[in-house]
């Protein structure tokens, strides 16, 4: 439905969240604008590739024009799959089994995915705004404040500026993320190497996450297979807008203690490569073949931290959606999906308030209850599952790598 309203919206960061909820606002006609602090739409790389689940794609269906959705189900993997639990050679401890339906879980690519979302917001995401606070309260105007001394006035501010967010401080005073003992070095290498795929059959539609024989280190792996080439299906159904090059690739994220890892690194994208060799030294031959291969500027350093639920929201007119509020370990694959669905379903109650002419302050508290319960059951699952995955716990670390991997088979032979 489409409202008339002279109601406007600010929006702090243009990554998914921020993005999804802006085009779920614009379809409904009301004046959002975003504000992101990168210069211009693809500065980072970022190029990883996000497993959305029901609720990711959920979201995706609610808040996108029908052709949008339909090209973020064109170019992504192919639907279903396995995440499979091994010892560092590979050998299977358990796996997980994906359903095999077009809208339960889809592998995208996280590039094409922000692409698709920024379709049709021409002139409404504003770069080079670095979001600093939050100004004014009553029945004035808000003010969302920038680094450069400037500010937009709206009724509605969102803080969607990810897990460093400027504003939670403000809007969220409570609530500063904790630190875990854990950290990832991701890269991507490419899938097709020497003619042939540097991923085994066996592995085609797998996921892998291999632990290593010391407890508190292990390595991710999984392909990413365009299902359509992104160029093709853009020039299809979004004409003019930027299409990546999509080229299959391998993302690969080794999992590391916080204490091994050399302060000052992170932006040393050589040294963290060199870093993820080392560390992977008694890993499969495969693994250390990704990491050779690895395109080097797509390798990032990411300290995992999780949310603490906030109580307090003393800005009744601002809020916040996506990382800035529910920070988490990257295990479950719960991060995006949560903060797409934040997107959706803070869309939907202020287009309900706004159409039904009930006051946004209590739209945007029903959206903080709901939120809050759902998102930090998100972030107490994927803080369980990392301890038990990379945790120093020495009986589920033997059950893992040493008895479960010798009641199977050998899937990855070693040459
Ligand atoms: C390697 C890796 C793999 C992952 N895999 C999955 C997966 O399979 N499934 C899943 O669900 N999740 C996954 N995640 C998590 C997922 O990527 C995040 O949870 C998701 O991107 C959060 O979205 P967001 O909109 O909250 O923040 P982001 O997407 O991080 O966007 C925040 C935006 O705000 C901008 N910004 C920051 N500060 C400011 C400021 N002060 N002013 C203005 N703009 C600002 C940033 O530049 C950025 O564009 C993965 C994460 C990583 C690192």
Redesign the pocket.
């Known amino acids: 439905m489409v409202i008339s309203t002279d109601v406007t919206v600010a929006i ?7 993005l999804c909820l802006a085009q779920r606002l614009m379809r409904a006609g009301i004046d959002v604008h975003v ?4 210069p211009g739409p693809f500065v980072r790389r970022q190029g ?6 029901r609720h ?1 794609l959920d979201a995706l269906r609610e808040s996108l024009p029908v052709p949008l959705y339909r090209l973020a189900l064109a170019t992504s993997d192919e639907p279903g799959g396995h995440l499979r639990f091994t010892d560092s050679r590979l050998r299977d401890a358990f796996t997980i089994t994906f359903k095999d339906e077009p809208h339960a879980t889809r592998q995208v690519d ?1 590039l094409t995915l922000r692409s698709i979302l920024q379709s049709g917001l021409n002139g409404r995401i504003h770069y080079g ?4 606070a939050v100004d004014g309260g009553g029945p004035a105007k808000l003010r969302l404040r920038f680094s450069d001394g400037g500010a937009a006035a709206a009724d509605v501010v969102v803080g ?8 939670r401080a403000q809007l969220m005073p409570d609530a500063d993320p904790a630190n875990t003992p854990m950290a ?1 070095v ?1 890269g991507r290498s490419p899938l097709w190497q020497g003619g042939g795929s540097v991923i085994p059959d066996a592995l085609r539609t797998s996921g892998v996450l291999s632990i290593a024989d010391r407890p508190g280190r292990a390595f991710f792996f999984t392909s990413m297979r365009f299902g359509e080439n992104p160029q093709e299906a853009f020039a299809r159904l979004a004409p003019g807008t930027f299409a990546p090059t999509g080229h299959d690739y391998v ?1 690969w ?1 080794l999992l590391l203690r916080q204490d091994e890892v050399p302060t000052g690194i992170s932006g040393d994208l050589l040294a963290l490569r060199h870093l993820a060799g080392r560390m992977s030294v008694g890993f499969h031959p495969l693994i250390r073949r990704l990491i050779d291969t690895a395109e080097l500027d797509a390798t ?1 350093l ?1 300290l995992f931290a999780t949310g603490r639920r906030p109580h307090r929201w003393p800005v009744p007119r601002a809020t916040m ?4 509020v529910h920070a988490m370990p ?1 295990f479950g ?7 797409l669905r934040d997107a959706a379903l803070l869309g939907r109650r202020l287009v309900e308030a706004l159409t039904g002419g009930t006051p946004v302050e209590d739209a945007i508290a029903g959206y903080q209850d709901e939120m809050v319960s759902y998102a930090f059951r998100a972030v107490d699952n994927s803080a369980r599952l990392m301890r038990r995955l990379t945790g120093t716990a020495a009986a589920p670390h033997w059950v893992l790598t040493r008895v479960l991997p010798r009641l199977h088979r050998v899937t990855v032979p070693e040459a």
């Not at 990883?48 to 689940?53: A, G, P, S």
């Open positions: 702090a960061g243009a990554g998914l969240s921020g504000y992101e602090r990168d990883y590739r996000l497993i959305l689940d990711g996280r705004k670095d979001a600093v969607a500026d990810g897990v460093g967010s400027a504003l990832g991701y993302m994220g990032v990411n959606i996506g990382d800035a990257p694959a719960h991060g995006g999906n949560t903060a």
